[in-house]
């Protein structure tokens, strides 16, 4: 009776868990063949080579943040070939030849490739080539199948090539075609003014391993706008990055983003391509339509882009009219978000001057790889490196004055400002303040011809904080190859002091833009953002730009309060009055620098804003390289930054 008992709770124990597994394998098979039959389905017939790939698919387009199209695709007709297993060269040759009846290929055909044909389509007369000694030797590895295939060729004379009408030399070009890169990749046979005449015959013969298709170019709006910044597409995988591509599933003959735009988001614009099927009789059929990449949408407002390029060249000519501007002919501009570092217009312009034309090139890449000296704009930075490291009080003046180093000529501000504190001195750019901030790092007090003693140690506490806000460090923007300005190995006290002052090191357009936004967002440093997010076909946000937080300023609240106080001073009566009009509350800070062109000391002008100072919304930078040449301290500057500044401010902040 127990025995009984013990047996019949055993059962009940069992059976719900033979029916979980049979229910739950139910559901397995369920889920395998209705949920996932599509996909194992493909992967079987690909498994199997009954499918094939057609051409590359058509890119996904770039738009900018109102949903207009910068860049989009055009409907290309062509023409490609796919080698199937059982094709034999007697057959291609074949598929070649009435290839040659239907369509036209632009160009003839070279000598290595006619060659080529007449080895394939003369065997016996090619085999005749080579003599019974070369055989032999052949057969013993005296001379490879390549050393007879070159004898073969060297040996073929013109006469022997005179055979061929222009019928034979278009087949022997489309057969070369037909066996160009790897064996199981689609080949473009022609992709450049297929004919409706020709695709039309093409699609009623249907010749073997010949698939007609939409492939695609790419097509640009708004012209030469930006054009740079979008960057190129490759025909094929470019050499150098083969073996890359190659183990992430491209074939050879993929085409694939090679620069800027294009390349940074190369895997989410590429499409899917066409998969066909082989048909038991050799011929093809779509199996599986491809599609488009996602769309690229940008923070780019094109109508303000092109706005600010107009306002840039007109101030480039005009600039040019005014005196002391010999070496004077480029000039950048962006506009960004520094909420989340969205740039919404840049731009960088050079013009040259003939007798007849005024000439514009674009130079708006170099944002990120040209670099210069851009003077007393880094003040922010440099003040933080005083409250950093507790060389500065909030709110204590000192008088203003000159600093005279061992064997170095004095150095001051550009004019004396009498009683200054760490608002004021950034209000009226004082570089003396910014002195004592470095001898006190230092260890010094002021003295007539002192001795710093300045050390990797003290450079590299600036350059740290520096980096902090963005300067001389890499950006993070999402543009590919982007530089760093030229950060100077010597070490030496008025180095030091120049370091401060932004007269040492260089910096490009796209540091100074994180810089002045780092500011603005109270010392949040964000990478800078051309994306504003990724679509896919069907409308589905794939990515999108969020404010990429790099790091944050090791500096107290109250401390960066003060210097953002500083930057509005600047607007409101200092330095920067008349760069934008008061009536937007902007905060910001301008620089002059010294430079070198053709030996010849020139002056770098620069200025970096917010605004609304208390709730920034957006930020600007204007720099113009070489604006004025210096010869003593009266040469005249002329004021093409400030007016360039100025009528950028006002077009954003009257329409925008």
């Known amino acids: 009776m127990v025995i009984y008992m013990q047996n019949s709770k055993r059962h009940l124990i069992f059976v719900p868990i033979i029916l979980f597994f049979f229910v739950a394998s139910i559901m397995q098979i369920t889920y395998l063949n209705v949920y996932l039959r599509g996909y194992y389905k493909e992967e079987f017939d690909k498994r199997m080579n009954r499918t094939i790939y057609g051409a590359s698919a058509p890119r996904g387009r770039i738009l900018d943040r109102n949903g207009n199209i910068l860049v989009d695709n055009i409907g290309v007709k062509t023409i490609n070939y796919t080698k199937l297993n059982d094709v034999k060269t007697a057959e291609e040759i074949k598929i070649a030849r009435e290839l040659a009846k239907i369509i036209n290929l632009e160009g003839t055909a070279s000598e290595s490739i006619l060659k080529n044909f007449w080895i394939i389509t003369n065997e016996e007369k090619a085999t005749a080539l080579i003599t019974e000694k070369e055989y032999e030797d052949l057969e013993y590895r005296r001379l490879t199948k390549n050393d007879i295939y070159n004898l073969k060729l060297a040996r073929i004379t013109k006469e022997d090539l005179e055979v061929f009408d222009e019928t034979d030399i278009l087949s022997a070009r489309i057969y070369e075609l037909m066996n160009k890169g790897y064996r199981w990749e689609s080949k473009i046979i022609k992709d450049k003014d297929v004919t409706e005449e020709e695709f039309a015959t093409l699609a009623e013969a249907r010749i073997k391993g010949i698939t007609l298709e939409q492939t695609w170019e790419r097509t640009f709006p708004y012209g030469s706008t930006l054009r740079n910044i979008f960057g190129n597409i490759s025909d094929g995988l470019p050499k150098e990055e083969r073996e890359f591509y190659l183990t992430r599933g491209y074939t050879l003959n993929d085409r694939v983003g090679i620069s800027y735009l294009e390349k940074q988001y190369e895997e989410y614009l590429k499409g899917e391509k066409n998969i066909y099927f082989i048909n038991p009789d050799n011929t093809l059929s779509l199996y599986k339509e491809g599609r488009r990449g996602n769309d690229l949408i940008l923070a780019i407002d094109i109508n303000l882009q092109k706005k ?50 005024e000439l514009f090139t674009d130079i708006t890449t170099d944002i990120i790889t040209a670099s210069y000296p851009v003077g007393s704009v880094v003040k922010g930075a440099s003040t933080a490196v005083g409250f950093q490291n507790d060389l500065i009080d909030v709110g204590k003046q000192i008088r203003d004055g000159c600093v005279k180093l061992y064997y170095i000529p004095q150095k001051c501000s550009v004019r004396r400002l009498g009683m200054i504190d760490d608002i004021k001195a950034l209000q009226h750019s004082s570089n003396y303040y910014q002195f004592r901030i470095a001898l006190s790092l230092t260890g010094n007090t002021p003295s007539w011809n002192m001795k710093l003693g300045a050390t990797k140690e003290h450079f590299d506490i600036y350059r740290n904080t520096f980096a902090e806000f963005g300067l001389g460090i890499k950006t993070g923007i999402d543009l590919p190859n982007e530089k760093i300005g030229t950060i100077g190995d010597i070490i030496a006290d008025d180095l030091l002091l120049n370091l401060s002052i932004g007269q040492y090191d260089s910096y490009t357009p796209i540091e100074i833009l994180q810089y002045i936004n780092t500011i603005a967002t109270s010392g949040a440093r964000i990478a800078p953002s051309l994306m ?125």
């Open 308 to 357: 600010v390029e107009e306002i840039l060249m007109s101030e480039l000519k005009n600039g040019k009219k005014l005196p002391n501007t010999k070496y004077f002919n480029h000039a950048y501009v962006i506009i960004s978000d520094p909420n989340d570092g969205s740039i919404l217009a840049m731009t960088g312009k050079q013009i040259s001057i003939t007798r007849s034309e």
């Open 532 to 656: 504003l997010q990724i679509i896919s076909p069907n409308g589905e946000v794939i990515k999108k730009n969020e404010g990429n937080v790099l790091n944050n300023v090791n500096i107290k609240p109250e401390h960066m309060k003060r210097i953002r106080e500083g930057f509005k001073a600047v607007i409101e009566s200092g330095t920067g009055v008349g760069h934008i009009d008061p009536k937007y509350n902007a905060a910001g800070k301008t620089g002059t620098a010294e430079d070198f062109k053709e030996k010849n000391l020139v002056l770098n002008k620069t200025f970096a804003m917010y605004t609304p100072s208390d709730n920034p919304k957006y930020s600007i930078v204007t720099i113009s390289p070489h604006v004025a040449t210096r010869a003593g301290n009266t040469a005249y500057t002329a004021p093409i930054n400030r007016l360039i500044t100025r009528k950028v401010s006002d077009f954003l902040l009257e329409n925008y």
